[in-house]
């Protein structure tokens, strides 16, 4: 594939790639799904975690082929574009760029619940809207003044919150080996098929986001070879985090199904007072990390899509100086900041949910059709590469059919949306061709 960003710097290394994916990964929702996932399987919980696993590692297999033969930034969406022309394309930005904004905002939600614990003031309306103007401006402000800054600040967050996690397992695990008595047995939950559908569907939202951590591919130094590596190794440490994690809280808690904050109640446990508060504010340094990664990647959405004439293009306009997708990035800060001040972490998270299951499904489909247009292009060859791809359709497929009317809605209104940009960009296409 040609290189279209042309104005935009790779300074993104194989390790930050991992780096990217990680913070992307790991939000704040590893500090509240294991009650939830604990509630349906109980001690099978653990176990869930590989399943969710092994589909998520089918479409990351499929994900690694299509995103390493792309040199330019865009994502899914630029997949989409390439396999399927410029209709889906755009429905496929859309839902991408809906998705992130969606999850950063619930994120942003109960960055401010968790900032409660310490400040009971920032609940106040003015002061929440202030708290998150501060909070989304320094992230926009950094990464306005060039990928390096953003980069290294997602660096600088997934090895804290890493570390923090890590801190939280190893004490978890020596307390068990060297205080049995702490030890709890988890109930057996008689888990029923839909009781491991709603799991699944949990845990999926918790790996979301390894998919738009490679929006920013424009900036990556190799990406046929660094996207694999990076994709793989970010999911499989992400999933021995959430196995270790939610094997702590299911021991460790009476009844952890019923935990409102299952880390900060496992914490309480086997950690001292001054422990717990350390745990605590790592689910701060979680959250505003996970802002920091969506931050870098998610503007190079609309940064492509002006790029290609999907968007008005000032969406693709690359800063003189800085060499960064300003308008787009400004713009993003701009629409998050009203879903996060106007929402609430219930219907941000939904809308994110729904979207995703969509994008990951074009990826899949977008394989086969890339290997036949492209034969002959620069890519990392996955193995039974058809395969991966159908049973990435087929888990996808049954997990959308669990989603709700409400769910069903906001996918109707968001395809709407895209539907007339899709006409928009058509006429603007037609108006650049006809002879004058």
Do not use: I, K, P, W
């Given at each position: 594939?040609?290189?279209?960003?042309?104005?935009?710097?790779r300074t993104i290394g194989r390790w930050s790639l991992v780096a990217l994916i990680i913070n992307t990964m790991i939000g704040a929702s590893i500090f509240g799904l294991p009650a939830l996932i604990a509630a349906r399987l109980g001690r099978r919980s653990p176990l869930g975690f590989l399943a969710a696993f092994a589909g998520i590692a089918v479409i990351a297999a499929c994900m690694a082929e299509v995103a390493?033969?792309?040199?330019?930034?865009?994502g899914p969406y630029l997949y989409a574009r390439a396999a399927f022309g410029r209709f889906l394309a755009i429905q496929n930005g859309w839902l991408t760029w809906l998705s992130r904004i969606a999850a950063v905002s619930a994120v942003a939600n109960l960055f401010i619940t968790y900032l409660s614990e310490f400040f009971p003031g920032v609940k106040a309306p003015l002061v929440r809207a202030a708290v998150l103007t501060i909070l989304i401006g320094f992230l926009a402000a950094v990464n306005y003044r060039g990928v390096a800054g953003g980069n290294w600040l997602s660096n600088f967050f997934t090895v804290t919150k890493v570390t923090l996690l890590g801190f939280f397992i190893m004490a978890g695990f020596a307390a068990l080996l060297l205080h049995p008595g702490i030890r709890v047995t988890p109930p057996a939950v008689p888990a029923t098929a839909a009781d491991w559908f709603e799991a699944l569907l949990l845990m999926i939202y918790s790996y979301g986001?390894?998919?738009a951590a490679l929006i920013a591919s424009g900036e990556t130094r190799d990406a046929r070879k660094d996207i694999p590596f990076a994709l793989f190794t970010a999911i499989a440490a992400t999933t021995l985090l959430y196995i270790a994690v939610q094997y702590l809280v299911i021991h460790t808690i009476p009844n952890a199904g019923a935990s409102g904050a299952p880390v900060v109640d496992s914490a309480r446990r086997?950690?001292?007072p001054l422990g717990v508060q350390i745990v605590a504010a790592g689910t701060l340094v979680s959250a505003y990390g996970?802002?920091?990664?969506?931050?870098l990647h998610t503007p190079r959405i609309t940064f492509a899509m002006g790029e290609r004439g999907d968007f008005p293009a000032f969406f693709g306009r690359i800063h003189p100086r800085f060499r960064t997708p300003h308008l787009s990035i400004m713009i993003f800060a701009a629409v998050l900041l009203l879903f996060s001040i106007a929402g609430n972490f219930k219907w941000n998270?939904?809308?994110?949910?729904?979207?995703?299951?969509?994008?990951?499904?074009s990826v899949a489909a977008a394989l086969p059709v890339l290997r036949k247009k492209q034969p002959q292009a620069e890519r990392f060859r996955l193995p039974l590469g058809n395969l991966f791809a159908a049973l990435a359709l087929l888990f996808t497929?049954?997990?959308?059919t669990r989603m709700h009317w409400g769910e069903f809605v906001v996918i109707s209104i968001t395809a709407a949306l895209a539907f007339v940009n899709w006409l928009w960009a058509r006429k603007q296409a037609d108006a650049i061709e006809a002879p004058s």
């Open positions: 594939m040609t290189n279209s960003s042309q104005g935009l710097v390493s033969q792309f040199r330019e930034a865009g986001g390894f998919e086997f950690l001292s996970y802002l920091s990664a969506n931050m998270a939904m809308l994110s949910s729904v979207a995703r299951l969509f994008v990951y499904g497929g049954v997990l959308v």
